[in-house]
């Protein structure tokens, strides 16, 4: 057997940036990096979906929140988007047939507001025209004609039946609307007395001359509908050319405009037909234009003919990139309000609102994937609208009877556009095996890296990149020291010497903290020591439970021993996870053996705080002691295993090793070192493996040796295959370096119990036999002897079952 493993170098523990990788004093000698750090592979699939233009080449972007990658992605379209031509631009107008169904014209970039300028332009021309065109003496003068050759026809039947009535004694009266007669006796009408005073005779006379005379009236005045026909065709003849006169000059500067655009032409074409009886029923009516003021006026012209614009494009604008911080069915595909009137819920083409899929109709449209899944009507809407390359206005819930309000139905428009998503990962596979569609329509994955590479040259675009940030957050200048700080603050949320995390927002976060730091402190610049206080105020922000449990030990209400020997007792280091904030927590395992075949028992699952990969890790025990040790008899031992003073779930299969050697001490009697604490995965054949979370474990028992003072000996064990990922604090790389505590890295379970125990493994000669006094010795002496004790029960078992059988 080798000789024990010694403790890792304090340099080993944390990968400190070399002097050479940033040759500046200050980031102010530096230029910025804008953009994104490392991810080729992502840049690579960007460049790759925003070039192909085939359907189906959506982009789904995906990685950890912090990554930079929607800025990157919002910043990489744009780049892109502006070399590219703009697209054409879309606006409602009425539909004068078919109200209830608007069209929609496409007009080229800049051209829309132009259009609606221009029906602008002709509202006020309108304004100005009428009603004054209808009061032009001229008009006036020919009105006058036609209403006096009907009133001269009327006037002329009343006075033959006034002739009549005068001869025959009569009276006859009459007004605007009325003609009616009274009896008259010597040229004067009779009151009701009077008449009433006459002979029946008289009154049967008066009586059959009334008579005559309303069959005379009858006879003259059966003419005078045609007379009213005539008269109104006249009128409205006269209406048609007074507007066509005055309506022509207006008009005519539009079509020859426009004469190359047909939807343009043929919507100006049915403007002027409906100017015709808008214009005649309004105004030429003296009534009604005296009930509507000037304002009333051009509203109801806007209300009318003012287009909706839906969509406008710059013409060097290239073609726009739109983020939908919001994603709802009326934020991405618009919708048709409604406004009061007396009470009642009304609308038209002037209410139709466009959503963002109309702003990026022709270019880009950027979603958070998690919000737009919470709405499952809204993402099968998205898929309904990009397979068929249609963008419809519609009330979302309308095809299910939710809906009754009277509204419209818009035309709809020709859909273009590449949608990316940004997400988790998680929900990236969930959609792909949940959807069908989803493989389909986002064909280009652009997959965001945790982590990046930590080299001279990563680490000084890493630098740039500061740079850039305290340039636009007008931060402090920033030192080399300081720098180098972030970098290696960086590799250890990445967990790795040689890698620097991805999440890049953390480090931004870090930056601006030390930068208030600096103020409170007055200096001039942000140096390493602004990045290490920030960090602590920081813990210390979030580290009350973490204190809480370090004191719970340190009075001993947690048992936990930091020094001397235990039989059947380790410690382990777990880590404890609340809300955003880490920390490690050591913790008490401890074990039983005792004879018997129950095997091992996990105390944790058993009362179902033990979870699936914990008790994964205890059932590799049994394997790996029989494979090791009881190669020659049965394995017919009893033993529990517990985290002790743990009262929540416990996952994962990091104290395997610990309970392994907690396991064989309480076997063979052998006392454990308290002043050790042990980490790691074990497999079959008692190889140590990778375990996460390994600088929290080990801060977490050095806290507590601090607190009761370090001795000297105190230290802890990890897998050697997690070397690479220790970013130690300085007070830890201290104490190491003044020889109060210790690191060790190891790769199988003996190593282990070497360091624990003090007493060699042992190495099995070629007949498998371990020499006497070795650790191994002593295990498989033990559990032969337990065998042995399950045997002779066994044979004692079968003599007493033989006399019973002989006695009966």
């Known amino acids: ?356 899929l109309h702003a990026a109709n022709g270019g880009y449209l950027i979603l958070d994937a998690e919000k737009l899944l919470t709405d499952h009507y809204l993402w099968e809407a998205l898929k309904r609208a990009l397979k068929s390359k249609t963008l419809k206005i519609e009330h979302p819930y309308s095809d299910m009877g939710l809906m009754n309000t009277t509204t419209l139905t818009p035309q709809d428009l020709p859909l273009q556009v590449k949608v990316v998503l940004i997400g988790a990962r998680d929900i990236y596979y969930l959609l792909q095996d949940a959807d069908p569609d989803f493989q389909e329509m986002f064909r280009v994955l652009v997959d965001f890296d945790d982590s990046l590479k930590r080299t001279k040259e990563s680490e000084y675009a890493f630098a740039r990149l500061m740079k850039d940030r305290v340039d636009k957050e007008e931060y402090a200048n920033v030192t080399r020291d300081g720098v180098a700080a972030l970098i290696e603050y960086s590799s250890r949320l990445a967990e790795h010497q040689r890698e620097m995390a991805a999440k890049i927002g953390d480090v931004f976060e870090l930056l601006g903290e030390a930068d208030f730091v600096r103020q409170m402190a007055k200096d001039e610049e942000i140096n390493a020591d602004h990045i290490q206080r920030a960090l602590k105020a920081k813990k210390h922000r979030t580290g009350r439970v973490s204190e809480k449990i370090i004191e719970e030990i340190i009075e001993g209400t947690v048992l936990l021993e930091s020094d001397g020997y235990a039989v059947g007792k380790i410690n382990g280091l777990t880590v404890m996870q609340i809300g955003d904030s880490s920390f490690g927590a050591p913790a008490r395992i401890s074990t039983t053996v005792y004879p018997g075949g129950k095997g091992i028992i996990d105390i944790e699952r058993e009362s179902n705080l033990g979870q699936n990969i914990h008790s994964k890790g205890v059932l590799i025990l049994s394997g790996y002691l029989g494979n090791k040790y009881a190669q020659r008899f049965p394995l017919e031992i009893s033993a529990s295993i517990a985290m002790e003073q743990s009262y929540g779930y416990v996952d994962g299969d990091s104290a395997s090793t610990a309970e392994l050697c907690c396991l064989l001490s309480a076997l063979i009697q052998v006392p454990l070192r308290q002043d050790l604490a042990i980490t790691g995965s074990l497999n079959q054949y008692g190889e140590v493996q990778a375990i996460g979370g390994v600088n929290e474990k080990i801060e977490g028992f050095f806290n507590v040796c601090q607190a009761r003072e370090l001795t000297g000996k105190q230290g802890v064990i990890i897998p050697k295959s997690n070397a690479n990922n220790l970013m130690l604090n300085d007070d830890i790389l201290e104490a190491v370096k003044a020889g109060l505590f210790h690191i060790y890295a190891i790769e199988s379970a003996d190593e282990a119990l070497h360091l624990l125990t003090g007493i060699e493994p042992g190495v099995p000669d070629e007949d498998g036999d371990y020499p006497e006094g070795t650790l191994s010795f002593k295990v498989i002496q033990r559990l032969e002897e337990i065998a042995k004790l399950g045997e002779d029960e066994e044979d004692e078992d079968e003599g007493n079952a033989e006399e019973n059988e002989k006695k009966a």
Do not use: C
């Open 1 to 356: 057997m080798s000789n024990m493993v010694t403790a890792l170098p304090y340099q080993a523990l944390a990968a400190k940036v070399p002097t050479d990788h940033l040759p500046f004093k200050t980031l102010k000698d530096i230029e910025p990096l804008s953009g994104i750090l490392g991810q080729e592979r992502a840049v690579e699939a960007i460049q790759f979906g925003v070039a192909m233009q085939r359907p189906g080449y959506n982009i789904y972007a995906m990685g950890d929140s912090g990554t930079g990658r929607s800025s990157y992605v919002m910043s990489y379209l744009k780049s892109e988007a502006k070399r590219r031509p703009a697209p054409t631009e879309w606006v409602y107008v009425n539909n004068f047939t078919e109200s209830y169904r608007p069209k929609a014209i496409e007009f080229a970039p800049d051209m829309a507001s132009e259009f609606e300028k221009e029906i602008r332009g002709l509202i006020d021309g309108l304004m100005a025209t009428f009603p004054a065109a209808f009061e032009n003496p001229t008009y006036q003068q020919q009105k006058s004609i036609i209403d006096r050759a009907f009133n001269d026809k009327y006037e002329a039947a009343i006075n033959r039946v006034e002739r009549v009535s005068g001869k025959i004694g009569v009276a006859m009266f009459r007004d605007a609307s009325s003609v009616s007669f009274a009896p008259m006796k010597e040229g004067k009408a009779l009151e009701e007395n009077e008449f009433a005073a006459l002979t029946d005779e008289e009154r049967d006379a008066f009586q059959e001359g009334v008579s005559t005379l309303e069959g005379l009236l009858n006879e003259e005045l059966l003419g005078l509908p045609q007379w009213k026909r005539e008269t109104y065709d006249l009128l409205r003849q006269l209406n048609l050319d007074t507007v066509k006169e005055a309506l022509d000059p207006l008009m005519q500067p539009l079509l020859d405009t426009y004469k190359e655009h047909e939807q343009v032409i043929e919507y100006l074409t049915a403007l002027r037909a409906d100017l015709d009886k808008t214009i005649i029923d309004q105004m030429a009516d003296d009534k009604a234009s005296e009930n509507r003021d000037e304002v009333g006026r051009r509203q109801m012209y806007e209300d009318l003919y003012l287009p909706n614009i839906a969509v406008t494009n710059e013409k060097d604008g290239g073609q726009p990139v739109i983020y939908e911080p919001h994603p709802t069915y009326r934020n991405l595909f618009g919708q048709v309000e409604h406004s009061s009137d007396q009470g009642m819920l009304v609308t038209s083409y002037r209410l139709i609102r466009s959503g963002s």
